[in-house]
């Protein structure tokens, strides 16, 4: 059964850096695209960030272009969304999702089929 763990989230201020980690266990990761959400109480979870299953093509919403970048090192089964220029805006739970896909595309949320439980990331003003 494919597991994924998040870590990395915590409080920082507008401004910082924070690297979030994803570990997968239990499939062939290579074989899955990876996608990050993310999710503030009461609202909708939104699609942040996509890598296909190489990581040859990346994908990201508008509101973090530029900011953040998502990576993938396939050899420890581990993606990356290292988070630069935090804005207040940022602060939700942040998810990891895969898919057996070879899709170039980002997917929707309810596509994917796995999930992590999350990692909360506060961004203060």
């Known amino acids: 059964q494919v597991q994924l763990v998040e870590s990395g989230g915590g409080l920082v201020q507008a401004g910082d850096s924070l690297r979030l980690s994803c570990i997968t266990s239990?499939?062939?990761?290579?074989?899955?695209?990876i996608s990050w959400f993310r999710q503030v109480p009461g609202k909708e979870r939104e699609f942040v960030a996509f890598?296909?299953?190489?990581?040859?093509?990346?994908a990201y919403a508008d509101s973090v272009k530029g900011r953040f970048t998502i990576s993938r090192d396939n050899a420890k089964n581990t993606v990356y969304l290292q988070m630069n220029s935090l804005k207040p805006e940022d602060t939700a739970v942040y998810y990891c999702?895969?898919?057996?896909?070879?899709?170039?595309?980002?997917?929707?949320?309810?596509?994917?089929?796995?999930w992590g439980k999350g990692t909360l990331v506060t961004v203060s003003s």
């Open positions: 239990g499939g062939t990761f290579s074989r899955y695209v």
């Open positions: 999702a895969a898919k057996l896909s070879t899709s170039t595309r980002p997917l929707g949320d309810r596509d994917m089929d796995y």
């Open positions: 890598s296909t299953w190489r990581g040859g093509v990346t």
